[in-house]
C-alpha cells in the first residue's frame, strides 16, 4: 500500500504527527490539528473522528463525535446526534439500516486488527446514496465520498475513527489517499494515552480561558506578579488561578506543574485509572476461568 505514496507524502505525515504532539495537553487541540492535517492531506473537506467508549464484539457501545472539522457550526450538532445513532446497535444491524459497508469495515478489524477503506471499498454508489446516513446527514454538509480508518488505541482502551469526506462533484478516493491515512492513523494510535492526552488524563480539558491563559504564561517561565500584568489581573486573582491549577493537575508546586509539562507524558485521571485497573484484573480473571475451562 505505501508503493502509492510519495516521499514528500510521507514527511507531511511525519511533520504532521510531529506537530500534533506539541499540541499533546490539549485534546481539542491536538485533533482538530489532526483532522485539518488530513484533510490538507488527501485533499477532503470535512474530517471527523469518533471514540467509542463502550463498545464490545460486533457491537457499538457509545460512540461520540470527539472532533469535527469543516462542518458550519449550525450543522455539528446534527453531525453528532447521527453518529448517536449507531449508541448500542449491532454492526450488522448499522449495516443494513444506516450505512451499508460497516460490516465490511468490522470484517477487517476482526481479521487484521485495524481497518483503512475508501468508501467504494465498502460498498456501492446506489446503497450509499440510499442509505439514511447519506440522507440525513451527510448530503446536508456536501460530502458524498470518504475515507475511514479505526484503530483500537489503549489508553482508555477503545476503538477510535477518522474519516475525511469530500465533496460532490470531486475525484473519489484512490490508494494513495487510503495508504495516506492507513499511515497517518498508524502513527498516532500508539500515541493515544501515551504522548496524547485524552479526557481522561490531567490536560487543558475542562479548564476556562483564564486559567488556559493563565497556565500558558506559567509555562513561558513567567512568575505570578508577571502573569498579572499581562492579563491585567490582580496579583490576589492570579494566585487563585494558579491554586485552582495545582488542583486541576493534581499537583502541589509550580515545580511539580512544570515537571508533568517538561515530561510530556499524559497520566490518568484518578478515578480513570481505578477503571482501568478494574478493567484488566476482570480481563485477566476471564482469562484464568477461560483456561481453567479448557483444562
Known sequence: MLADVALEDISAVIRLVREVC???????????????????????????????????????????????????????????????????????????????????????????????AARGDLSDDRSYHAAPFYRDFQRHIDCDDFVVSVRIVDLPRRPESITIDRP?????????????????????????????????????????????????????????????????????????YVTALYAHFNVCSRAELLAYFIRRRPVARECDRRDAEAAETAAENRKRFGRGLRG
Open 168 to 240: 460532490h462533484g470531486a475525484p473519489r478516493f484512490g490508494p494513495r489517499e487510503t495508504a495516506l491515512l492507513k499511515l497517518l492513523h498508524d502513527e498516532v494510535a500508539p500515541l493515544v494515552g501515551v504522548r496524547l492526552a485524552t479526557e481522561a488524563h490531567l490536560c487543558r480539558d475542562g479548564l476556562s480561558k483564564r486559567l488556559n491563559e493563565t497556565l500558558s504564561l506559567l509555562l513561558e517561565g513567567m512568575s505570578e506578579k508577571e502573569v498579572a500584568r499581562r492579563l491585567g489581573l490582580a496579583a490576589r486573582t492570579v494566585h487563585e
Open 22 to 116: 506539541d499540541r499533546w495537553d490539549d485534546p481539542p487541540a491536538w485533533r482538530e490539528h489532526l483532522l485539518h492535517g488530513a484533510c490538507r492531506l488527501l485533499g477532503g473537506n470535512v474530517g471527523m473522528m469518533v471514540a467509542d467508549a463502550a463498545s464490545r464484539e460486533a457491537w457499538f457501545g457509545r460512540p461520540t463525535a470527539v472532533a469535527l472539522v469543516g462542518v458550519p457550526a449550525p450543522l455539528q450538532t446534527l453531525a453528532r446526534s447521527t453518529v448517536g445513532r449507531f449508541e448500542s446497535r449491532a454492526v450488522n444491524d448499522v449495516s443494513r439500516e444506516l450505512l451499508p459497508g460497516m460490516d465490511t469495515l468490522y470484517g477487517m478489524m476482526v481479521r487484521q486488527g485495524w481497518a483503512t
